[in-house]
């Protein structure tokens, strides 16, 4: 909301040294936030001139200039500039004659830019100054011509003060006005906001007496699909104006006020309807009544139906669209925008003034459904005062006689139906309890009265009738925060408040920042990816083998494309990385933590009947509940493509492979003191012998691997991608509640390798832990450092190197005693699996 300074004043007492920013911080106190500040950017010497004579000289380049001798000021004085009363001035327009009066900007001024005036030699004259056109004086777009005095229908005396004369010394302030306040999108509003600030007297432009019994006009509200049972009119006001000069000049104030509220003038009628709604809040339409047939019907549109309104666009009407009719159908959406065939033009001279109050939600409705968002639209959708109706039209009617010359006709009607706002009982010490603010009764009596509000003591309690423009006032928690907004926010204490003991993160949710952490400090960008995935999607990545998996299907999903909830992470870290690339992210490391859903097969869920809401539910009816909702287990996966280590001088790229989120997973694992073993594994959408099954003891709870190169090719994804995804809740489970530490031992350690020969099907990690338990206690580490396949093994077989270290806790371990069982852990390997130690 743009509020012109000049124009508030009118209403509130302003303090003469207020600057804009002074008003915008009063304003700031009670709720109204500032946006910016808008100045007619102009300075300096403008006056009124009076053209004497010009000659016409033709240019070379063909265009005609005219050499003007101009009246700057009354004859025998000196002009503004301190210089001659005549002046010498080049133009370039054509659209004045000898005798007319004219805006000079003489040398020394500013116009909007900045655009600064002097005397400067141009076409073999000095010109002296300017003759200016409105859109040089920030006055509007026409730039044709040169601004004439008398086409505003006014006639100064030369030398006059232009900037004064055509109001293009105001400023304007821009708030932001909160859906709740819909009566601070006018003068009237934002002057009331402005007293209770400051505590200045504020003077009501509503407040003016209306005539009555007003008769002539047939008005009908026939609403046959009420919007949550409410009736879409509750008021329609109608005046007659006859013999209106559609054609008469809008004054300089009117045109100047209304470009600084951010709208354009357009003509003097619509003008007048719009000024009376920035001022009132009121929205305002004007209709030509020559065009009228028979009397006004509001009703709701059928289907089908059509109207074009007044931006020339013929909109087909919706059923449960509030229309104005009259004998030739449809005439305008109401509240929203009016209709070509009753507009008043240039050549209306009698009017109907319309001003009615409408339902909120069918406004809003309205507008939305045809996007057409309306300055009318704006206001009825936050509430209009429906008591300022008969105000705003009486308003109308003054203005359009006395700047129109119309005549104010006892023809018009009133329709309401609006009822009482209901009473709010506001308990004693109410306000203080929700607060923490002490407010005396007569203070909250003095905001209460203050904002518009009626008071009554009913036994003991205080009972609060809300004022006709406060619609968002309907319970006693609305009156307190008035209280609150008036009295001053800086009278609540800002009071730090003390956790209770026992509260803060679960473990689980420790664990699960702690797992998140890990990941971004090894350099992965967590993401969220949407949760709705495609049947194919979830066939492929919700099971590591062909078998059937059941998945939830939404019943209105939202992309028929994607109507389930996703079994594994994976399928959304693939459309990111594809998105991310597309954008030229070649080197990605993502990771997501979130749910995915696991139903059951053969089970059904979301059958429950929902209970009725009228009380609190047994705990079988929420057991119930909680059993038709399918498992959510919580899981943790990364994915890397491109490098992992970038091109550099010295060191060539090296790619992403499944060791990268190997370590990844190693990560997560130490994140929460869980050992995850990494073991061979299968997965139908994982490259054979690139995969890996991860596991805690012998509990499944994820893989890792690379994606095939066909379904990475499938996502435009280069060849390799290495994923990996974890049960998250299931490595919670295992996750010790207490992390046990071991004694760091003094004794030197024995290492010594092994190098076994067993079946290229034997999987590494077999033989790993063969050795590890044959060697006994006296093994302190073992590491698979080498998988050598090639001459000097047979075909079908492989030698797998590993590193032990042995030490013992008491003494110093001797070669032999390392030997010893370094051979007990090859005979179990060989007693298990076959293998052989390499010669």
Not at 480 to 496: F, K, N, T
Not at 593 to 608: D, E, H, N, Q, W
Not at 813 to 819: G, Q, R, W
């Amino acid at each position: 909301m743009r509020v012109p300074l000049g124009w508030l004043a009118e209403y509130v007492e302003i303090p003469t040294d207020a600057t804009p920013e002074s008003v915008q911080a009063a304003l700031v106190k009670v709720g109204l936030e500032e946006e910016d500040i808008h100045r007619v950017e102009l300075s300096g010497p403008i006056v009124i001139g009076q053209v004497l004579e010009f000659v016409e000289e033709p240019q070379k380049n063909g265009k005609v200039i005219r050499w003007c001798q101009v009246r700057v000021a009354p004859e025998g004085t000196t002009a503004a500039d301190g210089g001659d009363a005549v002046h010498g001035i080049v133009c370039g327009a054509h659209n004045f004659e000898p005798g007319d009066k004219v805006v000079v900007t003489l040398p020394g001024s500013m116009l909007p830019g900045p655009f600064p005036i002097a005397a400067r030699k141009t076409y073999g004259h000095v010109s002296d100054g300017m003759i200016a056109s409105p859109r040089e004086l920030g006055m509007g777009d026409d730039h044709d011509g040169i601004l004439t005095v008398k086409s505003l229908g006014l006639d100064p005396e030369v030398g006059t003060d232009a900037v004064a004369l055509l109001g293009l010394d105001d400023t304007a302030i821009e708030i932001n006005v909160t859906p709740d306040r819909g009566y601070a999108f006018s003068m009237r509003g934002v002057a009331r906001e402005f007293s209770h600030s400051t505590g200045a007297r504020f003077s009501d432009p509503a407040a003016r007496d209306v005539p009555t019994g007003l008769a002539g006009v047939d008005v009908q509200v026939d609403d046959e699909a009420p919007i949550r049972g409410r009736i879409g009119c509750s008021v329609f006001v109608t005046r007659g104006v006859s013999g209106v000069d559609a054609g008469a000049p809008t004054p300089p104030w009117m045109a100047a006020r209304l470009r600084l509220a951010g709208i354009r003038s357009l003509s003097i009628l619509v003008d007048i309807t719009n000024y009376v709604m920035l001022e009132l809040g009121q929205p305002i339409h004007g209709y030509d009544s020559d065009a009228l047939t028979g009397g006004i019907v509001v009703r709701r549109a059928s289907a089908g139906e059509k109207l074009t309104t007044l931006d020339d666009v013929e909109r087909t009407l919706d059923a449960e669209d509030l229309l104005i009719t009259d004998g030739s159908g449809p005439i305008g959406l109401a509240g929203v925008m009016g209709g070509t065939s009753t507009e008043m033009s240039a050549s209306t001279s009698n009017v109907l003034i319309e001003a009615a109050n409408f339902d909120s939600v069918s406004i809003a409705r309205t507008a939305r459904r045809h996007k057409l968002p309306s300055e009318a639209s704006k206001r009825f959708e936050r509430g209009v005062d429906p008591q300022v109706a008969a105000a705003a039209a009486d308003r109308v009617v003054e203005l359009m006689v006395s700047l129109a010359g119309g005549t104010a006709e006892s023809r018009g009607s009133e329709v309401d139906t609006t009822v009482a706002a209901r009473p709010i009982v506001l308990p004693v010490g109410f306000a203080a309890s929700l607060v923490g603010v002490d407010y005396t009764d007569a203070e909250e009596r003095g905001v209460l009265t203050e904002i518009g509000c009626t008071l009554a003591d009913v036994e003991g309690q205080l009972v609060v009738t809300p004022p006709s423009w406060r619609p968002d006032l309907a319970g006693k928690a609305d009156l307190v925060e008035e209280i609150a907004r008036i009295v001053g926010y800086d009278r609540i204490p800002s009071v730090l408040p003390v956790a209770p003991p026992g509260r803060g993160l679960t473990r689980e949710q420790a664990a699960r920042r702690a797992v998140a952490d890990a990941l971004a400090s090894a350099g992965s960008t967590e993401v969220l990816a949407y949760p709705f995935v495609t049947a194919e999607s979830n066939e492929l990545f919700g099971n590591a083998t062909d078998e059937p998996i059941q998945a939830v299907t939404l019943a209105n999903a939202m992309d028929a494309r994607r109507p389930q909830l996703r079994t594994s992470l994976l399928p959304g870290l693939i459309e990111i990385a594809h998105r991310n690339l597309s954008r030229g992210l070649t080197d990605q490391s993502l990771s997501e933590i979130g749910l995915v859903f696991r139903p059951k097969l053969g089970v059904a869920y979301g059958s429950t009947t929902l209970p009725s809401g009228t009380e609190r539910p047994s705990a079988e009816a929420l057991g119930a509940l909680n059993d038709g909702i399918p498992p959510q287990p919580r899981h943790v996966a990364v994915l890397d493509v491109g490098n992992a280590i970038a091109k550099q001088p010295g060191q060539p790229a090296v790619a992403v492979g499944v060791a990268d989120v190997l370590a990844r997973v190693a990560q997560i694992g130490l994140a929460i003191g869980v050992h995850i073993d990494v073991v061979q594994g299968a997965h139908k959408a994982l490259h054979p012998g690139r995969t890996a099954e991860l596991r805690i003891g012998d509990e499944p709870i994820g893989f890792a691997g690379e994606l095939l190169p066909d379904i990475a090719d499938e996502h435009d994804l280069p060849r390799v991608v290495a994923v990996a995804e974890l049960n998250l809740d299931a490595v919670l489970k295992a996750a010790p509640t207490v992390v046990a530490t071991r004694s760091i031992l003094t004794q030197p350690a024995a290492t010594q390798d092994l190098s076994l020969v067993v079946s290229s099907y034997v999987a590494a990690a077999d033989v790993r832990d063969a050795v590890r338990s044959g060697a006994g206690d006296l093994l302190e580490d073992i590491r698979l450092v080498d998988d050598y396949r090639g001459p000097g093994v047979d075909d079908e077989q492989k030698s797998l190197t590993f590193a032990l270290r042995f030490r013992a806790a008491d003494r110093t371990l001797t070669a032999a005693e390392a030997s010893e069982a370094k051979l007990a852990g090859a005979e179990r390997a060989g007693a298990l699996f076959g293998a052989a130690i390499r010669d």
